[in-house]
C-alpha cells in the first residue's frame, strides 16, 4: 500500500481526519471538501505520530493507519479483555493501561495492548474494589474506575478543578467531616520501645494524638470520626479503614502513624499522599501533605524528611483527599524524649489542624506557616461567627 500523504483525496483520508478530528488534533468541522489531504492534516499526522512514538514523516503508511485505527476506541465503548491469540489493541487500552498506572498498578508500559499483564492489573484491582476478578474491563469495573477518579487525577487541569471544590466549600471548617485514622492497633501495636518500666507502642500513641486531634477539630467545628478506638475489639487491615472513610463521606482523612527504624540516629517527620514514582499523578492529597508537613516542622522543630507519594490501599482506595503522616521515630531517643511529652503532641495536632484550615483558604489568600492561632480558631466558632 502506498502512504497516503498530501495532496491526496478521498474516502480513506476522510477517514483519516475523522479519527484526527477525534483526537482533538484537528477541529472539528473542517474546511469545506474536507476529504483532502492538505498541510493542517498533515500537521496533525506528525503530532499523532511524535505522539506513539512512530517515525515522523507526515504520511499515513500501513504502521500509522493502523495506529489511527487503534486510536477510534474510546474507553468504555466496548468490552475489554485478554483475547487468545489476537489480543485487543486499541486508544481505550491505552487510555485504561494509563489510568490503572496512575493508580499504582502494575500494567508494565502502557502500550494499547490488553495482554496477561493489563488482564492481571484489572483482577487486582477488582479485587480491591470489591468486583469479581475475572480481569475484563466490562461496564461494571468502568463505573468503579469512573468512581475513583474524584481522586485519581491526571495533571494539573484536574488538580486545579479540585481544589476548585474546595475553594467553592469555604474557608469555615464547621460542617466538614473529617476521619482521622489511628495507625495500627493492639493486635499489630506497630513500633515498640521499652523505656525503663515504660513501655511506648505506634499504637497508643498514635490513639493518643488521634484523641488530641478530635478534640481540636471538634472545636473548630468539624464533624470528625475516629476510625478506631483505644482497644479495638479485632484487627483493622487499611482496606477497612478505607471503606470505612468511604462510607462516612469523609472530606479529608488523616492517618496518624511514628515511624522506626534499627538505626537510632534515624528521625524526623514525613507525609505522604497518593501519587506513583514517575510523578503521573497529583491529587489535592499532595496540597494536605505539604501543608502538614510544613506545619509540623515549622512548629515542632522535627527534621524535615519531606512529602512523597505512595500507592498504599489507604491511600488509593479512600475517595477523599487523604494523607499518612509519619510523626517522628520512636526509636530515635531524641523523637522518644519529645513524643512523650504531651506538650509537644499538642504542639503537632496545632500543626495539623492549622494545615487542615489552610486546605479550605483559597490558594491566593494563604497565610505563611505556623501563623495560625488554633485557639483563636476555637473563639472563633465557640463565639458563633463565621470565619468568612
Ligand atoms: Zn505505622
Request: net charge negative; hydrophobic share 40%; with cysteine.
Amino acid at each position: 500500500m502506498r502512504p497516503i500523504r498530501r495532496g491526496d483525496r478521498g474516502p480513506a483520508v476522510t477517514e483519516i481526519r475523522a479519527v484526527l478530528v477525534g483526537l482533538s488534533l484537528l477541529p472539528a468541522g473542517g474546511p469545506p471538501g474536507a476529504d483532502e489531504f492538505e498541510a493542517e492534516t498533515e500537521r496533525a499526522v506528525r503530532t499523532f505520530q511524535q505522539d506513539r512514538g512512530l517515525s515522523v514523516d507526515g504520511q499515513v503508511g500501513p504502521e500509522t493507519w493502523r495506529a489511527l485505527d487503534a486510536a477510534r476506541w474510546r474507553l468504555g465503548a466496548r468490552t475489554l479483555y485478554q483475547a487468545i491469540p489476537d489480543p485487543l489493541i486499541g486508544e481505550d487500552v491505552r487510555t485504561l493501561q494509563e489510568r490503572l498506572l496512575e493508580m499504582g498498578y502494575d500494567v508494565g508500559r502502557a502500550d494499547g495492548i490488553y495482554g496477561a499483564r493489563t488482564s492481571r492489573a484489572v483482577a487486582q484491582f477488582q479485587r480491591e474494589v470489591g468486583l469479581g476478578p475475572d480481569g475484563a474491563c466490562g461496564p461494571q469495573t468502568m463505573n468503579a474506575l469512573r468512581r475513583l477518579g474524584r481522586k485519581v487525577v491526571g495533571g494539573r487541569p484536574q488538580w486545579l478543578r479540585e481544589s476548585d471544590a474546595f475553594r467553592q466549600s469555604g474557608p469555615n471548617l464547621v460542617g466538614k467531616v473529617i476521619v482521622i485514622d489511628p495507625g495500627h492497633d493492639p493486635f499489630d501495636p506497630g513500633f515498640v520501645v521499652q523505656d525503663g518500666p515504660l513501655r511506648w507502642t505506634e499504637a497508643d500513641l498514635a490513639y493518643d494524638l488521634a484523641a488530641r486531634l478530635e478534640g481540636r477539630l471538634a472545636a473548630a467545628g468539624m464533624r470528625v470520626h475516629l476510625t478506631r478506638g483505644p482497644a479495638p475489639a479485632a484487627p483493622l487491615t487499611d482496606l477497612t479503614r478505607a471503606d470505612l472513610a468511604n462510607e462516612l463521606g469523609g472530606d479529608l482523612l488523616i492517618s496518624l502513624h511514628i515511624d522506626g527504624h534499627a538505626n537510632p540516629e534515624a528521625d524526623g517527620v514525613a507525609t505522604y499522599h497518593y501519587g506513583t514514582s514517575n510523578g503521573v499523578t497529583s491529587t489535592v492529597g499532595e496540597r494536605l501533605a505539604g501543608l502538614v508537613q510544613r506545619e509540623i516542622v515549622a512548629r515542632t522543630g522535627l527534621r524535615d524528611c519531606h512529602i512523597h507519594a505512595k500507592t498504599w490501599e489507604l491511600l488509593r482506595l479512600t475517595r477523599m483527599p487523604a494523607v499518612r503522616v509519619d510523626v517522628g521515630y520512636l526509636t530515635s531517643p531524641s523523637d522518644l524524649a519529645r513524643l512523650t511529652d504531651p506538650r509537644f503532641r499538642d504542639a503537632t495536632v496545632d500543626a495539623i489542624v492549622a494545615a487542615v484550615q489552610r486546605m479550605y483558604f483559597p490558594v491566593e489568600e494563604d497565610v505563611p506557616t505556623g501563623s495560625i492561632d488554633v485557639s483563636e480558631l476555637r473563639a472563633v466558632v465557640a463565639a458563633g461567627a463565621s470565619l468568612d
